[in-house]
């Protein structure tokens, strides 16, 4: 294609994209390969300011607490887990979320990320009755719990299905549902680097069967391993779709966060040599894309964690609107090298994107590296 005519495309592309078209997957590889990087910043951050208008960065307090490390999946990015009988496997005890819940409190924060491995042992009734345990003792606490590959792990354990599985556990005191798990959304790559958890297209039916039950939802992206650049497109196409197909007045998908890749000391890196390469530039372009893709979900989010802060805050002029959790404890990518902490930024928000104000008696937490 000769230069002008790539650019009259460039430009045709933008305008779609600032009218909150949906854009295929080949028009979202063109642009990605071929505008700008300030022009896909400045139109993702227009298409921003249309859809979050009040221009303040949300934040959230929260927990990630394992429920157990002890995982039959065996993916090739994870540091995390220990196979069953290992010396170090276990499962956490009420003990252990009374402390961590009355710390998280205390910190100022509202809700516990619960997820774990796939153990093999640990079926709905483990689960529901952890969730209504807790609720019972801290019923102010909100719940972001498991997956679709956990809930896909038990349904398999009950023999059950999507829809009961996913309803016990909302009776039970799940509040909304994290996209964990999905990676990359083909099948090529989940055999690649995750064959024991969900295929694609169960990681979507169950976020959809979650949306019908009005279960509030996230969405996510590893990448940066072995996907190419269609299957991120693809993925992002797919997310939209299911978001689409939501019945009203069902959230769904409340936000998108890409995150990249941590490939320290995992199997993908010893033995396939598979390192991530994701430049600076490169996951600004993918949050401005990713603004530009999903016009039907709100929030996009700068995954500070896995890319550090002065990246991640060059992705609030290109799109993203949100900072996620300050995490008081997470395991599974720290675990992978990303070794980013923080403790504050702009407008507190809770798991529904709603403002809350910073709790008079928040003690900050002692960070010890
Ligand atoms: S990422 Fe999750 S499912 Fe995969 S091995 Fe680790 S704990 Fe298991």
């Not at 997957?25 to 390969?33: A, H, Q, T």
């Not at 909304?176 to 064959?195: H, M």
């Not at 939501?246 to 995992?266: C, N, S």
Request: charged share 25%; glycine share 6%.
């Amino acid at each position: 294609m000769a230069i002008q005519e790539r650019l009259m495309q460039v430009d045709n592309l933008l305008q779609k994209a600032l009218n909150f078209e949906f854009l295929t997957v080949e028009e979202g590889m063109f642009l990605f390969e071929n505008a700008a990087l300030t022009e896909l910043m400045y139109v993702a951050n227009e298409c921003r300011k249309k859809q979050v208008p009040h221009g303040k960065v949300t934040w959230q307090i929260d927990r990630n607490v394992n429920t157990t490390n002890v995982c039959i999946a065996n993916c090739k990015f994870c540091n995390f887990y220990r196979i069953p009988g290992h010396s170090e496997a276990y499962i956490t005890d009420i003990e252990t979320y009374k402390r961590k819940i009355e710390e998280t409190i205390k910190y100022g924060g509202d809700q516990l990320l619960l997820q774990g491995g796939h153990h093999p042992e640990l079926g709905l009734s483990f689960y529901a009755d952890l969730f209504g345990q807790i609720k019972q003792l801290y019923p102010n606490i909100k719940l972001h719990t498991l997956g679709p590959p956990e809930v896909a792990h038990i349904t398999k354990l009950e023999k059950s299905t999507h829809r009961e599985v996913l309803m016990a556990l909302k009776a039970a005191g799940m509040d909304s549902l994290p996209g964990a798990g999905a990676e990359i959304l083909t099948d090529r790559v989940r055999r690649l680097i995750s064959k024991g958890k969900c295929g694609a297209q169960e990681w979507l039916d169950i976020m959809h069967e979650a949306h019908k039950l009005n279960i509030t939802t996230s969405a996510t992206m590893m990448f940066g391993h072995v996907e190419t650049l269609r299957e991120r497109f693809e993925h992002l196409v797919k997310l939209r779709e299911v978001q689409s197909r939501k019945p009203e007045p069902a959230k769904g998908f409340l936000a998108f966060i890409p995150w990249t890749f941590q490939d320290v000391d995992t199997l993908l890196a010893r033995i396939r040599g598979v390192h991530n390469l994701t430049t600076a530039e490169e996951y600004i372009r993918m949050i401005a894309i990713s603004r530009i893709m999903l016009p039907n979900i709100k929030n996009i989010q700068a995954s500070w964690l896995t890319v550090g802060k002065s990246v991640a805050q060059l992705c609030l002029n290109s799109g993203a609107n949100d900072f996620g959790s300050i995490m008081i404890e997470e395991n599974v990518v720290s675990a992978a090298g990303a070794p980013h902490r923080f403790t504050s930024t702009t407008q507190l928000r809770n798991q529904q994107y709603e403002w809350r104000e910073i709790p008079e008696a928040i003690v900050e937490q002692v960070i010890d590296y």
